[in-house]
Every structure is written in C-alpha cells, then in structure tokens.
C-alpha cells in the first residue's frame, strides 16, 4: 500500500483536489492498486467507472473526462487502440481541457497509438507516462515522471528510485554489448524492491522456483527489454513466446511488431504450432480495420503482409499460416490469452482449458471457426 501510494503520487504528480480516473477493471492489479489503495491513501479525489469505453457510443470515456473535468487519465493501450479505430467522431463537442497528465498500463504502446493519445487526447499538452509493472511488483517500478522526467514514445523509461533492473542473457551475465543503438536482454530486478513481492500464499517454494530461481540472486519478470545508453528501457513483451523455427530464434513479438508495421492492421498475435519441417511454423492471428484491405481478396493482403515482414526481419520470420479475425481474445486487462491461439493453431479445438476470465468468449467460437 505504502508502495503504490508512493508511486501514484510521483509518477503522476497528483496534487490535493485534482480528479483522478483510472479506467482499469477493478478485478485486474491496476484496478485495485490505482483506483483504490494508492489514490485513497494519498486523500486523492478519485473517479470509478463501471462499463465499457464503447457503450453507449466510442465517446464514453471523452464525455467522463469532460463533465466531471478529471485532470488525470490513466488507461491501457489495448483501449487506445480500440478507440482510435472509431476515429476522431466520439471526440467531437468533448471538452478534454481539464486534463493535465495522461498514463498507459498493461503492455507495450505502439507509437502510432502513443501519438494518437498526446495528440487527439493530451492535446500535446499533457506528459504521458508509460508505466511498466507487474502484478508481482506492487506497484509501479519503471515510469518516467509526469512533467518531470521526459516521455519517449513507446519507452517506459526509467526505474523509479530503489528500483534496480539489469538486462541479462541467457546464461545470466548481464547484456553489455549494444544491438544497434541499445542493449536487448530479459529483464531482472537485482536488489528487493518496497513492493515486492514475499511470497505466494500457500506456496512458498513455488514463488521462490518462479521468480527467484531462473537467474541466481535475481528477480526475473518473465519480460523482454531493451535499454538505451542513457538508462531508458523499452518492455518489448514477455520472453516465454520464443519460437524455434528451423534452428532461428524468434519473438512473437518481434514477428508482431513487424505484422503491425503494415497499413490497415490493427493488432495481431503470433503464435508456434508443430511444423514437420521446420520444427515450428509461425501462425499468425491478424486484426485488420478494414479500410486497407484488398476488397474480397484475402490473398493479396497476405502477401503484403509477408512482404512486409520479409522486409522487417527477414524471409525466415514469415508467417505460415495467417488467419484474419475480428478481435483476439483478451483478459479485461487487455492480456492477450495465448494459450487459447496456441491450442487452436495445434488445432486442439476442444480442450481450451479455463476462458472464464475473457471478455469476450464469443471471439474463442470464431477463431474456431476460422482455424486454417
Ligand atoms: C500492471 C500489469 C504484467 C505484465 C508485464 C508486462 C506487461 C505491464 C507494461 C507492460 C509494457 C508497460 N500487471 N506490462 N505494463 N508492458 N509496458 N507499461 O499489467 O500482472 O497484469 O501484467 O504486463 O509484460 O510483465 S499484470
């Protein structure tokens, strides 16, 4: 509590009076941590909000902002991205002057949704800040600081004081050689942290093999990063969806990065499923938004989009199989569920295990349906 109070007040400069709406489901982390714990404590005036962004209409959150002039705005990108696929109309005749500081959780912001948000939202007047953390964590530990430290589109960038994250390898040894222009490595925390985690209720050992037992004396979040030489650190995706394609490792999210870069794709997911040859094939789940792609002819959007990822990453990265749906399956978080994508692509339709926790379980019968 101490921790996410800390961190509200900080990463978002809240002072006494201003309005604070974080849009997360209560049920998910942020929800608990930044609607209840961290803005109660610090005598925060805080706005809740039960429903959907798109209900009545995509203007949901604009008309909230606007009357009851909410000064802080803290949302995920999986929204953003939602809300900008309605265009610039929900946003009409809405007020957003009150708003002072922006914020994103939950996974990474794409630049073209981080522009979005500072331009159409913040009007470029409002510091966003990318918050990365975890569950586990308790609280947020890498932010830049709104107004204080500066933004750099899709970077989370630094950890907060007491926080100490180090990029290794493998083996273990931390990553001292630059890629390009930064150092790109699984993200480990090296000393204990105010909100960290003690243990796992009921299982203490499990939390030790979990967290404390991939790399000695480190905590390993299970994410991939890159840092740049002044510090920042950009969170690229978790680093246990690595797939092995004929002997060449891959990211998903890599792969996705590249899908993404396409005109006309709104979000994909990318997936192994066994490949005789290959060892795995790359199957690709592909949101489009309809307006880019080739009118009836499926075709020749998927070969732009395996042009494009050849040109991304190379010709070994194309995926094997694409499937155009019209949503992925997501948590309320906004997570991605992958098991689900990894089980269909292995065509196990039937034993999908638990999708209780979906928004929308409706999406799951289509994937079926379409399975290539
Ligand atoms: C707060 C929350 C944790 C996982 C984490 C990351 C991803 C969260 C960001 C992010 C990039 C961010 N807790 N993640 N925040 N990735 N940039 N700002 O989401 O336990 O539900 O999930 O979410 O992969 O490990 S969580």
């Not at 982390?29 to 798109?54: D, K, N, Q, R, V």
């Not at 948590?331 to 039937?350: D, F, H, N, P, Q």
Request: glycine content about 10%; charged content about 25%.
């Amino acid at each position: 509590m101490l921790w996410t109070t800390y961190t509200f007040v900080n990463v978002f400069q809240y002072n006494p009076g201003d309005v604070f709406f974080c849009t997360a489901d209560i049920g998910w982390i942020t929800g608990h941590s930044y609607i209840a714990y961290g803005p109660l404590l610090a005598g925060a005036t805080c706005l809740m909000f039960e429903g959907i962004p798109t209900w009545p209409d995509a203007g949901r959150f604009w008309e909230i902002v606007d009357k009851h002039k909410v000064n802080t705005l803290y949302t995920a990108p999986t929204a953003i991205r939602s809300l900008m696929s309605y265009g610039l109309d929900p946003l009409k005749d809405k007020d957003l002057s009150s708003l002072k500081v922006l914020g994103t959780v939950g996974e990474p912001i794409n630049e073209e949704a981080w522009h979005w948000y500072d331009e159409h939202i913040g009007k470029k007047k409002c510091p966003i800040v990318d918050t990365w953390w975890q569950t586990e964590t308790g609280g947020i530990l890498i932010s830049n600081l709104a107004g204080v430290t500066p933004a750099k589109p899709s970077w989370a960038t630094l950890p907060l004081p007491g926080v100490k994250p180090v990029l290794v390898d493998e083996k273990g040894e931390e990553v001292t050689e630059l890629t390009d222009t930064h150092y790109s490595g699984n993200l480990c925390l090296t000393m204990p942290w105010p909100g960290i985690l003690r243990t796992t209720w009921g299982d203490h050992e499990r939390c030790r093999q979990t967290y404390f037992s991939t790399y000695e004396n480190k905590y390993f979040t299970g994410d991939g990063a890159f840092k740049d030489e002044e510090g920042n650190f950009r969170i690229t995706g978790r680093v246990d969806d690595v797939l092995n394609v004929s002997g060449h490792r891959l990211g998903t999210a890599e792969v996705e990065n590249a899908i993404n870069m396409m005109a006309g794709v709104v979000e994909s997911a990318v997936v192994g499923y066994p490949h005789e040859l290959k060892g795995q094939g790359i199957y690709a789940y592909v949101v489009l938004d309809g307006r880019n792609r080739h009118e009836e002819d499926d075709q020749l959007t998927k070969q732009d989009l395996l042009a494009t990822v050849s040109r991304i990453i190379g010709p070994i990265a194309k995926p094997d199989k694409i499937q155009f749906v019209s949503a992925l399956p997501k948590t309320r978080s906004g997570k991605i569920m992958r098991r689900i994508l990894r089980k269909v692509a292995e065509g196990e339709l039937e034993n999908l295990g638990d999708t209780s926790t979906l928004l929308d379980p409706a999406v799951v019968d289509e994937i079926k349906e379409g399975k290539i």
